[in-house]
């Protein structure tokens, strides 16, 4: 076992004197670690004696409590101090705080290097570093029966907090939320604690550290691969585990979801082909029935929801977030915008929340299999009306109108009278009428912007746009023509997938 603060005092060569915080004398040491930086708590892992020269120590008394309460709650096991060196003079209110919490307070006397104290440390630990190596090949073993299945993740977890002898959380830290569908979520207390406010950062937020909560050691850290998942550790009991495991147990779990997120990216493909298919018409009913029983949701009454976002990145995760929140979905990524069919009871705040806060989102009103294509139009209608009125999401025929309009068959009616000819006409020749019509209107109807944008001579663009007015029968000098063109573009835009 590790030494402890009594028995470190007690070697006779050392020389060392405890100068308050005898209550903890039963400290165990884990490591020897020298600091003179400020902040002196956050180079702690958890069972070290913390040695300063000094300069680490505020002058003032209230800066002196604060240090040693921060060194307490963040798991050190002592703090040393080197005598005749830098420190100010160690007021009462320190000496008081150390011994209430209790954090033991060492004296080195002058002139012990701090070396022969690490190396104390360092042979009084061969054993404990023995027991270290077998216990994070216990670890590792657990891994390798776990299975790649995301049903067996609370079944390592568990495994992992009976070798640790402490509870294990694995949530996101952006919401506290458990990661996995089946994870346990935090105690209320530290949910409490760490409930993310405006403008607040929080605690939950740094990589690897102890804290002090309601009087209860926490550790925070990094499950590595996984950007927002965030390991947390309540011990049973001291001594707390050690922390090289630890870092060895965030792996285990970071390794194993990588093997879940893995078989999740594979059903994601056969959720965006199946979908691919059935939008485009490809599929029967009774295939689509099928197919979405497959991915868990139901024939009747779904969904679905189409949702765009500034980051890429965020659509790119959006199947992972629903899965995380327990949502069974298929979903399909075309034309950035993201489509996802769930069942009919997902919240509405489920689906921003797991879209993220940046996304707009439009619903589709309930649907059966035959209906799959018009609730795609819906979808893409409300998301329409979503971004045009600014909101975060909006659902089909319940939310405000969108240009005047109350559905997308008005929407599409509106289009195939105003543009319906040029898109013949393209059809027929393969022109550049559309492009051409949209670049003119973003280009405040400027002939040489739009020239410019396109690459094409001043002429080409007058030719086109004459010829969109010969299309459709309007004087495209007029400003009434304008706005309709500018109504028809902005919806076939919005629903084109």
Not at 3 to 24: D, F, R
Not at 120 to 129: D, K, N, T
Not at 371 to 397: D, M
Request: charged share 20%; glycine share 8%.
């Amino acid at each position: 076992m590790a030494i402890t603060v009594a028995e470190l005092v007690a070697e006779p060569q050392l020389g060392l004197t405890l100068l308050a915080g005898a209550g903890g004398r039963d400290n165990r040491i884990t490591w020897a670690h020298t600091s003179d930086l400020p902040r002196l708590w956050e180079w702690v892992t958890g069972g070290e004696l913390m040695m300063t020269n000094g300069l680490s120590i505020p002058a003032d008394a209230a800066g002196q409590v604060a240090l040693a309460e921060a060194l307490m709650d963040s798991g050190a096991s002592a703090l040393a101090i080197g005598e005749k060196m830098h420190a100010p003079p160690l007021t009462a209110e320190f000496l008081a705080a150390c011994e209430r919490l209790p954090l033991p307070l060492i004296n080195i006397p002058y002139p012990l290097p701090f070396i022969a104290i690490a190396r104390s440390v360092a042979e009084a630990s061969l054993v404990e570093e023995s027991r270290r190596l077998r216990q994070t090949a216990r670890v590792y073993d657990l891994l390798r029966t776990a299975g790649a299945s995301e049903d067996h993740w609370q079944s390592l977890v568990q495994r992992l907090a009976t070798e640790l002898d402490s509870e294990l959380f694995v949530v996101d830290r952006r919401c506290l939320h458990p990661w996995h569908p089946e994870g346990q979520p935090l105690p209320d207390f530290l949910a409490a604690e760490w409930a993310p406010l405006p403008g607040r950062v929080s605690v939950a937020g740094k990589n690897f550290q102890w804290h002090r909560v309601r009087g209860s050691h926490v550790l925070t850290m990094d499950i590595p691969t996984h950007a927002n998942a965030l390991l947390v550790v309540l011990p049973n009991g001291e001594p707390h585990p050690d922390a090289v495991v630890l870092l060895h147990a965030a792996t285990v779990l970071g390794l194993q979801l990588s093997r879940i997120v893995l078989s999740l990216e594979g059903r994601h493909r056969l959720a965006g082909e199946f979908l691919l298919q059935a939008f485009d018409g490809r599929l029967g009913t009774a295939d689509i029935e099928s197919r979405l029983a497959a991915f868990d949701v139901p024939a009747q009454d779904f969904l679905v929801a189409s949702i765009a976002a500034d980051d890429g990145d965020r659509l790119a995760n959006v199947h992972v977030e629903l899965w995380r929140h327990g949502v069974s979905a298929a979903s399909l990524r075309r034309n950035n915008r993201l489509h996802v069919v769930v069942a009919g009871d997902v919240a509405d705040e489920v689906l921003s929340h797991c879209a993220g806060p940046t996304a707009t989102i439009g619903i589709s009103a309930p649907a059966a299999v035959a209906g799959l294509q018009r609730a795609l139009q819906e979808s893409l209608w409300a998301l329409g009306s979503a971004r045009a009125n600014k909101l975060g999401l909006a659902r089909y025929a319940q939310g405000p109108s969108w240009l005047g309009l109350t559905g997308f068959e008005e929407g599409t009616a509106l289009v195939r009278r105003l543009l319906g000819p040029v898109f013949d006409y393209e059809q027929r020749q393969d022109g550049d009428l559309i492009v051409t019509l949209r670049t003119y209107l973003d280009s405040q109807r400027s002939w040489q912007k739009t020239a410019a944008a396109l690459f094409a001579h001043r002429q080409t663009i007058i030719y086109r746009m004459r010829k969109i007015g010969e299309l459709t029968g309007l004087d495209m000098g007029e400003t009434s023509t304008v706005a309709q063109l500018w109504f028809a573009l902005q919806i076939h835009e919005a629903m084109k997938d």
